[in-house]
Nanobody, 114 residues
Framework: HVQLVESGGGFVQPGGSLRPSCAASGSTFNTCMAWFRQAPGKEREGVALIDTRGGTALADSVSGRFTISNDVAKNILYLQLNSLKTEDTAIYYC??????????WGKGTQVTVS
């Protein structure tokens, strides 16, 4: 059972940058991975996805500002956050595709933009 541990969140001013990471306890090779986030009082939403061929997809709200990447040799997933806005404040989670939907949720990492 692969476990995911997020880190690298923090407190940043608007316009700043952060790079959360997600360490997997096992191989993520040939696995679709994604980042989600949940803001206070809101439902969890998908932010970015990377497929098994390295293709990526981003939510409209973060397109052009966020970048997802996956170092399969190190089993670490990254999310580069640039030009951060106050509305990006949320707990960020990574997840792996389990066949029908995403799972193996970690505890998340807090990103605060203020």
């Amino acid at each position: 059972h692969v476990q995911l541990v997020e880190s690298g969140g923090g407190f940043v001013q608007p316009g700043g940058s952060l790079r959360p990471s997600c360490a997997a306890s096992g191989s993520t090779f040939n696995t679709c991975m994604a980042w989600f986030r949940q803001a206070p009082g809101k439902e969890r939403e998908g932010v970015a996805l990377i497929d098994t061929r390295g293709g990526t997809a981003l939510a409209d709200s973060v397109s052009g500002r966020f970048t997802i990447s996956n170092d399969v040799a190190k089993n670490i997933l990254y999310l580069q956050l640039n030009s951060l806005k106050t509305e990006d404040t949320a707990i960020y989670y990574c997840a792996r595709f389990l066949g029908t939907w995403f799972g193996s949720w970690g505890k998340g990492t807090q990103v605060t933009v203020s």
